[in-house]
């Protein structure tokens, strides 16, 4: 079984469309292990986003990720990491297929309602960087 981070970014949340993409991980048989809400700090999101900061649209993101709360997931499931990105499609929402839940949901390149870990190793930095010891189950 592996374990994998997904923020429910803020289009997310204001649209409320967390029940939606949340229900879509469960009926692919992935079950939640962590949940919360949170206001992400300049400091999480510059360790989150490090490979991005000298990029021109690294301020946008800070932003956009600041401009409401994110709800951070930890689900688990067999090979999790690869099916939660196949459920959630291309980055861009744009590009993503239908059916996929950023084709679905999403509107562009950033606001594509969720982040999701992409490696293994991706995955055991986020959920340390977004769970403290105790929180996941």
């Known amino acids: 079984m592996q374990k994998t981070v997904i923020l429910l970014k803020p289009d997310c949340i204001e649209k409320n469309l967390a029940g939606e993409a949340l229900s879509r991980f469960e009926k692919a048989g992935l079950k939640i292990r962590a949940c919360k809400m949170m206001q992400l700090s300049k400091e999480i999101l510059a360790d989150h986003y490090s490979h991005l900061a000298d990029k021109p649209f690294f301020p ?27 459920l959630l499609g291309p980055t861009d929402s744009k590009a993503a297929p239908k059916g996929t839940i950023r084709g679905d949901l999403g509107t562009d390149k950033m606001r594509n309602i969720a982040h999701a870990s992409d490696s293994e190793e991706t995955a055991a930095a986020e959920l340390k960087r977004f769970f403290a010891p105790g929180e996941i189950y």
């Open 60 to 86: 946008e993101i800070v932003s956009f990720m600041q401009s409401s709360p994110v709800i951070a997931i930890a689900l688990e499931g067999r090979d999790a990491i690869a099916g939660v990105r196949e």
